[in-house]
């Protein structure tokens, strides 16, 4: 029982990153029809933005505000993934908008590009970031039960996001003009929404919200130039899974992958558990081969 | 220059493409061992990108997962390599990870003749596998790229993980003797450079009649308008798992000629990174065309082995530029570029004198 619960809570807390990294994904490629394989670097860039923040922390400000830097990174972390990814729609993405595939690989350019550049500012080993002191310890559930509070707090924060975009994307007037693009371009632009500033505004949230996805992974451990490879992938398959257009597509996508991957890796051993994992979202796709919350059009190329 | 263009066009590709290959299979000739294993490498590269061509640059089906093929068909070799080198020893990384007898599965591969077919075949099992259970349910563009990236992701982990079945991160190497002959002196290596020229050759006289036939035009067909074909009354999905499984056994017999210049597989060597940079050697010659990724594929694997070695940071730099360049600037590769060239200078001439050829558009025919 014990460990059931360990795991599923494992499961949990593996789905709650994903599902933040995916977030994004899954918003630019709705709208745009663009795959953003740099969304990884984002990640990165996240990381190493809270990285910055502790280091200014630690050599500019009196010990006693140390624990205070994290929500700062937080901060800090989304409004330079925000930045940048404003800044890579407008130079290069706004070109390839369309064209998927093209976009795939341009995209993974940038984030070989991205990851070099890291490479040759913080260096090529890894880096660790010490997590405030608040967050040492963890929650005893029940004998044999600890429930970390980094990763707890990880969970806290995903919901918060995910309410937020919830908020954003269905109750606020820039949703509704993004909800609109997302169904009818042409229509939208017709009446009077400027397609382009909506497009670039939702593509830097995206990125804001996978620098957000980054912060956080320093919490779990050390970080390096090619942290978001480890997850972009996964992230992808929450987009093909849960499908695309809808957040309840994306949260149900993270859910089921995390979970699953974190229980067949406990029955089996890491390598078969993924191999598992892939063979069931094939095996899914057979049934719903648009994901599992699919916008309904009537177009036949959609 | 008025007696170049009696011929007719036919004639002309005919004695270019005899020319190259006299120049490839004279290069033992006039190159060092050194270059000439470098170029047996490029050449084998050449062949997967033709595979991934007619799949890309034809069926407009982009798959990321060639390296999986790739590494299957080199394991494939390997493994009987392996076997051959340790004679009747089972292969000492399986004695490492306490295994005492030759698992069943490496037991035929003691065969060159099963070897060789299982590098064929099981790449293309595995393309028509993972094709029937996607294009048959209309699964199509990135969602299927991302399931063959996902591909790429499990089967390394699966080869890094099995570590006693498959030698593990270290992957296969530590052989030299194919048929009892070692392979590391010249003449062993020559045999390979033009085993691999002649596999080449082979390749690409396939690839041009598939495309040149019925079935071609209809991968065009599907690339440009799936639907329309489907219409038409063809089903795509057989057609895609057919050429799918056609590129996939093509990456197969590359990754096979790649053990013999190169003497080692290892899992790094079919991961995402490696995948994706076979896309762009398609994608850098010009896609869709057949010489055009023969040349883009030499010329970006010469590049790759030259300024890697030296320059290992500036190549990634580099190499991501090419992604983005190639991609916004020129999606038809060098090829496309040659003939933007070809057309701005016959407009120019045009210009000056009206003739009939410059009104009547050519076709253009794929080379």
């Not at chain 1, 558990?273 to 063979?279: D, R, S």
């Not at chain 2, 991934?52 to 034809?58: A, C, K, R, V």
């Not at chain 2, 259970?133 to 699964?139: D, E, G, L």
């Amino acid at each position: 029982m014990e460990i059931w619960i360990s795991q599923l809570f494992n499961g949990l807390s593996v789905s709650s990153i994903l599902l933040l990294i995916a977030l994004g994904l899954a918003v630019t490629f709705g709208l745009m029809r663009v795959i953003n394989m740099a969304h990884g670097e984002f990640i990165m860039i996240g990381a190493y933005g809270a990285y910055m923040t502790q280091q200014i922390f630690k050599s500019a400000l009196p010990k006693s505000l140390f624990d205070a830097y994290f929500p700062v990174a937080l901060l800090a972390s989304f409004v330079l993934a925000f930045a940048i990814g404003y800044l890579l729609e407008v130079t290069l993405i706004r070109f390839l908008y369309g064209r998927p595939l093209d976009s795939l690989l341009a995209t993974w350019g940038v984030g070989l590009m991205l990851q070099q550049l890291a490479r040759t500012i913080f260096g090529a080993p890894n880096v660790a970031v010490s997590s405030p002191t608040w967050l040492d310890g963890g929650w005893a559930l029940m004998p044999g039960v600890v429930l970390p509070y980094k990763r707890l707090f990880i969970i806290a924060l995903v919901a918060f996001c995910l309410f937020a975009m919830y908020l954003y994307i269905y109750r606020s007037n820039a949703g509704r003009r993004m909800r609109a693009v997302m169904q009818n371009r042409d229509m939208a632009a017709c009446l009077g929404i400027s397609t382009r500033r909506v497009d670039a505004f939702t593509f830097a949230i995206g990125s804001g919200i996978a620098g957000i996805a980054g912060c956080a992974l320093t919490l779990i451990g050390p970080i390096g130039p090619s942290i978001g490879t480890y997850y972009i992938v996964d992230a992808f398959m929450v987009v093909v899974l849960g499908g695309v257009g809808k957040l309840v597509g994306t949260v149900a996508g993270a859910l089921g992958i995390g979970v699953f991957n974190t229980l067949f890796e406990w029955w089996t051993d890491a390598s078969l558990g993924k191999v598992l994992v892939f063979l069931c979202i094939v095996a899914f796709l057979q049934w719903k081969p648009m994901g599992m919350f699919a916008v309904r059009s009537r177009s036949l190329d959609g | 220059m008025q007696w170049m263009s009696r011929l007719p066009r036919r004639a002309w590709l005919l004695i270019g493409y005899a020319a190259a290959a006299a120049a490839l299979f004279s290069a033992p000739l006039y190159l060092n061992d050194f270059r000439l294993n470098l170029l047996a490498k490029c050449l084998a590269f050449a062949i997967v990108a033709l595979g991934l061509d007619l799949l890309w640059g034809y069926t407009g089906i982009l798959s990321l997962g060639h390296g999986v093929f790739f590494g299957l068909g080199a394991y494939a070799m390997a493994m009987h390599l392996k076997l051959a080198a340790g004679g009747s020893r089972i292969p000492d990384f399986m004695g490492w990870m306490g295994l005492t007898k030759l698992p069943w599965f490496w037991e035929p591969f003691k065969s060159f003749a099963f070897a060789a077919a299982m590098g064929l075949i099981l790449p293309s099992a595995l393309a028509l596998l993972l094709g029937f259970f996607t294009f048959r349910n209309r699964i199509r563009g990135v969602y299927f790229t991302i399931l063959t990236q996902a591909l790429v992701i499990i089967t390394v982990t699966l080869f890094v993980g099995q570590q006693a079945y498959t030698g593990g991160t270290n992957g296969l190497t530590g052989y030299t003797k194919l048929f009892g002959y070692s392979l590391t002196s010249g003449t062993a290596k020559t045999m390979a450079y033009l085993a691999t020229a002649a596999a080449l050759l082979a390749a690409f006289a396939v690839c041009r009649y598939l495309v040149n036939s019925r079935f071609g035009k209809v991968l065009r067909a599907i690339r440009d308008g799936e639907n329309r074909t489907r219409f038409l009354g063809y089903d795509p999905a057989y057609y895609q798992m057919a050429v799918f499984a056609v590129s996939a056994g093509l990456a197969g017999l590359a990754g096979m000629l790649f053990v013999l210049h190169v003497g080692i597989i290892s899992p790094t060597m079919m991961a995402i990174v490696p995948s994706i940079e076979l896309v762009l050697l398609v994608a850098i010659g010009g896609r869709g065309t057949l010489i055009g990724v023969v040349i883009g594929a030499i010329l970006l694997t010469q590049a790759k082995s030259q300024l890697s070695a030296s320059y290992p940071d500036f190549w990634l730099f580099l190499l991501g530029a090419l992604f983005i360049v190639v991609t916004v600037f020129m999606p038809g590769g060098i090829v496309g570029l040659i003939r933007q060239a070809r057309q701005a200078i016959l407009r120019r001439r045009s210009e000056n004198e009206i003739t009939l050829d410059s009104i009547v558009p050519k076709s253009n025919g794929v080379v």
